[in-house]
């Protein structure tokens, strides 16, 4: 029974494969998506390569990033310490849900129906939008990028570039929907104009803005985040009250390690050599409220585990989604999590395993993703681990598992292995409809190879032995 | 020096002749190669679609033919990588340790150990070297694209002493082919999708064969070259090492 149910849920839900099927319906668009995404992962190239010991800076920053790691306990006392004495208020939340509600709650407190937000992967994980508009509070989406996906009603497809799986022509469309932009113009130019007059009024009107953290430093109780359009800067400066959420991994111990990381986050992402701003907020301005939400939601669970709690280390800089040959083919959501991509694919099983029991799988192990990584972090290894996990937990189709279990039955048998090719290739030469038909995924756009008339096995016996 | 070839399953079933070049190969290069003949598998399609649990006879089977060997060398880079990281046994581990040390693709065996100086085949061809991931990134047989660091390339090195060789040049000289195993089927349209991007980068540059250390890869291009009745085919590096002699 149990196995029918799983057989039942890999067929009926959309799995990643499913859903990178349809994506592939369109192939000049993947081409076109594929491209774009090469085109960034060319420019971190050539950005990283003008940067003397390259290689020595991600040395540095994973090693930093393991004594985080190794000391978390101690560091998030001393930021909290740190950031209490600067005058912002320090909450923490167990769960995705307990952060949304604090959220809520200082939102309510200060009787608020409209609040923007500058980007935050974490407030996306944590569903934070649909939370607070399902309490009737109304989040506008800051970051261009995210503004589009917002105003499409979709999720970004992509931690740093949100919206580029959308063509401009597209955007011009969404716009002149939405802000009433003439229809038929996509100039990037004329439209981004159109988005700046739009947030600008949100931006002037709210009284409320939250923000992502890339890093908060132990040493100062300051938080530093990354934006290439000031529109953190922009929300924060106007509004009476600054929430920044983070989990609880975005510690780094000093500030002079920034300029490790600083280094390597903008290149790894886009390759420019530094996000246009860089913006430090220690401590509220006068008259201003500031919190800080640390947020768990699993990651105590991952530090305690061995093999996955290196994936704590990630800064969200998105090399792995450009290099990864997979995600450049599929799009962003057919991974069905906020992160995507190859780091996506280790997060994700981590906070619910069956839901995502199919990511681990969305890889060939090319290892493109590991080496890319600015703080080395063994994606393509953690894969395959969550691969051995996922099985062990039954997330496994029961036809995969009786087909396996019969492999690893013939292939320790050699003399049953050396009948089944020889029988294998009797069938296919003989019988190729058998193999090659529409039930063979295989053979729906490749050739079977051709048969020969015997194993090497055989040869060597005929060539070598009897010699 | 005690050799022996390691044959993978699919290529002593499918594809005899590249077992054939690789054994005529080290012996044109004086040595004397043994090939167990009990060999199957190295465990490998089980481990990476999550069963590594499944592969402990087979693991012990491969000791069990292995044993007393000074090289053990493959025409893979793939299945090289996967006994390095991956053969345990919980009769024999240190005989596994010590195995796993001993395990070589040929080309990094032709490279490192024989340092061989010069090859005597000829092959009149323009050529696409496709540099298999597992080979490449995780054996380390060249350089990848990834990292800040000086190049390298132990198959572009060999292919290089080939008489009437052409390597052309690729855009991408180190993405996936996408065959990837159980990926190959069960990811069937993005899979495809990586192959046929592949292989038009070859085709874009006048390429007359596809070659690489995986024979894994090379079916993979192979079944899309067909596909697309393209008269360009592929072949196995030991294949060109071995091949007008």
């Known amino acids: 029974m149990a196995t029918d149910t799983t057989i039942m849920n890999h067929t009926t839900t959309s799995d990643h494969a499913t859903l990178a099927d349809k994506f592939n319906l369109d192939e000049p668009r993947v081409d076109w998506h594929d491209k774009t995404l090469w085109f960034i992962r060319k420019k971190r190239d050539k950005a990283a390569a003008q940067v003397p010991d390259w290689e020595q800076l991600r040395e540095s920053a994973s090693q930093i990033k393991n004594n985080v790691l190794s000391n978390l306990h101690s560091y998030l006392l001393e930021f909290e310490k740190n950031a209490q004495k600067n005058g912002i208020t320090v909450h923490w939340a167990v769960t995705a849900k307990e952060h949304n509600q604090i959220v809520h709650s200082i939102i309510q407190e200060k009787g608020i129906a409209q609040v923007v937000k500058s980007k935050s992967m974490l407030t996306e994980e944590c569903h934070l939008n649909e939370y607070l508009l399902a309490q009737g509070i109304e989040v506008i989406d800051t970051d261009l990028g995210e503004r589009i996906v917002q105003l499409a009603g979709e999720p970004p497809s992509h931690i740093v570039l949100p919206c580029i799986h959308w063509k401009k022509e597209e955007i011009g469309e969404l716009f002149s929907r939405h802000l009433g932009t003439p229809e038929g113009n996509s100039d990037p130019q004329f439209l981004t104009t159109a988005a700046r007059i739009h947030l600008r009024q949100h931006f002037l009107s709210s009284r409320l803005a939250i923000t992502g953290v890339n890093f908060a430093v132990a040493e100062t109780g300051e938080i530093v985040v990354c934006t290439n359009e000031g529109n953190a800067d922009l929300g924060v400066q106007l509004a009476d ?99 995507a991509g190859p780091i996506g694919a280790i997060l994700a099983p981590g906070l619910d395993m069956e839901k995502h029991a199919d990511l681990p799988f969305a890889s060939t192990l090319c290892g ?86 015997q194993s090497f096995t055989k040869w060597y016996q005929q060539n070598r032995i009897s010699k | ?199 038009a980068d070859h085709l874009q540059y006048g390429a007359e064969f596809i070659t690489a250390n995986d024979m894994s890869c090379l079916m993979h291009l192979e079944g899309i070259l067909k596909r697309q009745k393209s008269p360009t085919k592929v072949i196995h590096i030991a294949e060109i090492l071995n091949a007008g002699v």
């Open chain 1, 241 to 339: 009250v600054h929430i920044a959420c983070m989990g609880i991994e975005k510690i780094i111990p000093q500030r002079k390690h920034l300029g490790i990381f600083l280094r390597l986050l903008a290149r790894s992402a886009t390759g420019q050599p530094i996000t246009t701003y860089s913006s430090h907020f220690q401590r509220p301005r006068k008259g201003q409220e500031m919190h800080i939400v640390l947020v768990d939601n699993g990651r105590s669970e991952r530090l305690a585990s061995n093999d996955f709690r290196n994936a704590l280390k990630c800064i969200r800089c998105g090399a792995c989604m450009n290099t990864c040959p997979v995600y450049r083919r599929s799009g962003g959501h057919s991974y069905r999590y906020a992160i």
């Open chain 2, 1 to 199: 020096m005690k050799v022996a070839i390691f044959i993978p399953c699919y290529i002593n079933q499918f594809y005899p002749q590249v077992a054939i070049a690789t054994l005529e190969l080290l012996e044109k290069l004086g040595l004397t190669v043994s090939y167990p003949e009990k060999q199957t598998c190295c465990g490998q399609p089980m481990a990476n679609a999550g069963f590594e649990h499944l592969t402990g006879s087979c693991n012990n089977l491969f000791i069990e033919n292995f044993s007393g060997y000074d090289y053990i060398i493959s025409p893979s880079g793939s299945c090289v990588l996967h006994i390095k990281d991956h053969l345990h046994s919980s009769i024999k581990e240190q005989d596994a340790i010590s195995m796993r040390a001993k395990v070589y693709e040929l080309t990094e065996f032709l490279t490192d150990i024989l340092q061989v100086k010069n090859i005597t085949s000829k092959f009149y061809h323009k050529v696409g070297l496709h540099q298999s991931c597992h080979g490449q990134r995780g054996l380390k047989l060249s350089q990848m694209s990834e990292l800040v660091a000086p190049a390298f390339s132990k198959p572009e090195h060999l292919l290089r002493m080939v008489e009437g060789l052409e390597l052309v040049p690729l855009d991408r000289k180190d993405e996936c082919c996408g065959f990837g195993g159980t990926f190959c089927v069960g990811e069937e349209a993005v899979s495809v999708k990586m192959g046929k991007d592949r292989v």
């Open chain 1, 368 to 453: 493109s993703c590991s080496h890319v990584c600015p703080v080395k972090i063994d994606i393509h290894d953690q894969l395959y681990k969550w691969r051995q996990v996922l099985v062990k937990n039954g997330h496994v189709s029961g036809t995969k598992k009786v087909g396996m279990k019969g492999l690893a039955f013939i292939l320790s048998h050699p003399g049953l292995y050396s009948r089944a090719g020889a029988v294998g290739r009797w069938l296919m030469k003989h019988v190729p409809g058998l193999i090659n038909n529409k039930f063979n995924p295989w053979y729906k756009q490749r050739e079977m190879p051709d048969v020969p008339k």
